[in-house]
């Protein structure tokens, strides 16, 4: 079936340090599915960070960016420069592209703690 | 823009008592999904509906849980004879269209469900 895997947590990172949190996909059912990035920041509820549905392009936002690679079925997030906000707990997930298949397939989640 | 709308935040209920949670979408969206979140099983989907209309429930334990749309403005998840492995945390979506390269999802900020 279709899964998602991603870096288990939880995760520290000091400020300023560069991050990855890796993304693997398996998409047996979707022959072209999109890609997201969701985050929880503390004390609120679940937002889109980032998307792409195109193989091959790169998303961006906040400072995060992520590659949508097919050869690899990987969408890696990664930030060169994190920040004490930066703490949360991010899910990457994927979606069908055809109109009547909107579920998306999350990731287990990992939880990032920035240190001062 | 309140965003998705849950109610109640955090409910309560004994072995074998009914549960209904309550979801109101984003005004002019279209599509209603519902989710559960759990220690062990991270991020399921559940079902969604798309103009009120059920498109898929392939997420939902095939006894005790229901969910129906019955207008635009609010969507309930029922659990007949709840079991303490219905203990979860309960989302809810909406977004403006569904599947496609928009499928962005607007979450609300769940239900906590004891089962005692």
């Known amino acids: 079936g279709d899964s998602v895997t991603q870096t288990e947590g939880p995760v520290t990172v000091s400020e300023s340090e560069s991050l990855i949190i890796n993304c693997t996909y398996s998409?047996?059912?979707?022959?072209?599915?999109?890609l997201f990035w969701y985050v929880r920041y503390p004390g609120e509820g679940l937002q889109l960070l980032l998307k792409v549905i195109t193989a091959g392009q790169k998303g961006s936002s906040r400072g995060f960016e992520a590659t949508y690679n097919k050869e690899t079925t990987s969408f890696h997030l990664q930030k060169a420069s994190v920040q004490e906000s930066d703490s949360a707990v991010y899910y990457c997930a994927l979606g069908r592209r055809n109109y009547n298949q909107g579920k998306l397939i999350f990731g287990q989640g990992t939880k990032l703690s920035i240190k001062p | 823009n309140a965003g998705v709308i849950q109610t109640p935040r955090h409910k309560v209920t004994g072995k074998g008592q009914e549960a209904t949670l309550w979801c109101e979408p984003i005004s002019g969206h279209s599509a209603v999904f519902w989710y559960r979140q759990t220690i062990v099983q991270g991020l399921e989907f559940l079902t969604y509906?798309?103009?009120?209309?059920?498109?898929?429930d392939s997420g939902m334990p095939k006894e005790r849980f229901s969910a129906q749309m019955p207008n635009q403005s609010h969507s309930t998840l029922k659990i007949q004879s709840t079991q303490p492995q219905d203990s979860a945390v309960y989302l809810c979506a909406s977004s403006p269209r569904t599947g496609g390269a928009l499928a962005e999802q607007f979450f609300g900020p769940g239900t906590r469900l004891t089962v005692l």
């Open positions: 509906f798309r103009n009120q209309a059920p498109i898929d």
């Open positions: 998409a047996t059912s979707i022959a072209y599915p999109n």
